[in-house]
């Protein structure tokens, strides 16, 4: 026989359950927080004429992207003769982005994404330039060039050094037979057994490479280019910039930092709305 239902259960829900005896109250882990998402970036213009160039070097900015998008060749934009009112507009309307390189070298160049994906704003000692490519080709070009060679098995092994050897034998074969388009090689490291003088070892082993990507989302994703070809360190790290994934990544360059296809696609929208609704 079904009875009806006149009181709601009692026990349940907060302040329903005594507190511990010790009077500690249960915390939570904060969740991530955050994360950049695009926003249109409305510029104040001012008196149109003299943003002239500054708004057609927006329109072949757009174009390049829509033909980067499709594969083709990555497409440089130098800034160094716009003046100072146009040199503004485009920092204002480009913003930053997720994606920041550091490319050590002469000159050493940094690369900083513009909200819109795939747009690249260079900067350097004699470079002041923009760049549409799913990666600036400079980053390809310096990646691997050693800024702390690389000396393999002459690191010195100390005592501790387990499993460090087997992941950079493994690590070496397979960036001696990557070719570009090939799926990447990941060695987990978090999944691994190995020691804290592993680490060293492997770093000393591996060396280290000209360039540094930070990839900001939820967390951060670092980057680093070895000293080895193809070989990449890949760190990603929570909003509290607790390490929680380490690996090796043996690739061109890290998928988590390129510009897809549809992103510069939808850079070359994005741009042209901003165009749209400022002009």
């Not at 002469?106 to 350097?124: D, I, N």
């Not at 799913?134 to 070009?141: D, F, G, S, V």
């Not at 930092?257 to 070359?268: G, V």
Request: charged share 20%; net charge negative.
């Amino acid at each position: 026989m079904v009875q009806n239902f006149h009181l709601p259960p009692t026990g349940f829900g907060p302040g329903s359950q005594p507190s511990s005896d010790d009077g500690v109250e249960l915390e939570y882990m904060p969740l991530p927080s955050g994360m950049r998402t695009y926003s249109p970036r409305l510029p104040d213009l001012g008196d149109r004429t003299r943003a002239a160039a500054a708004l057609a070097l927006m329109t072949r900015i757009a174009d390049a992207a829509d033909r980067v998008a499709v594969g083709g060749a990555a497409e440089s934009f130098d800034l160094t003769a716009l003046d100072p009112a146009n040199l503004a507009l485009i920092a204002e309307t480009m913003g930053q982005g997720e994606v920041s390189l550091k490319m050590r070298g002469k000159p050493a160049v940094a690369a900083q994404e513009s909200v819109f994906a795939g747009v690249w704003v260079l900067t350097g000692v004699g470079v002041n330039r923009i760049e549409v490519a799913p990666i600036p080709t400079l980053a390809r070009a310096r990646a691997f060039n050693p800024d702390r060679p690389a000396i393999g098995v002459l690191a010195g092994r100390k005592a501790g050094v387990v499993n460090a050897p087997a992941i950079f034998a493994e690590l070496i074969d397979k960036s001696l037979v990557f070719a570009d388009g090939a799926e990447p090689h990941v060695v987990n490291l978090t999944l691994l057994p190995h020691t804290e003088e592993d680490l060293g070892w492997l770093d000393e082993a591996m060396g280290q490479g000209s360039v540094t990507i930070l990839s900001r989302g939820y967390g951060n994703c670092r980057i680093t280019a070895t000293a080895q070809a193809n070989v990449w360190r890949v760190q990603f790290y929570n909003s509290m910039d607790t390490l929680i994934l380490d690996t090796f990544e043996v690739t061109g360059v890290p998928e988590v930092a390129i510009a897809a296809p549809e992103d510069l696609a939808d850079s070359a929208r994005r741009i042209r709305e901003v165009l749209e609704a400022i002009r």
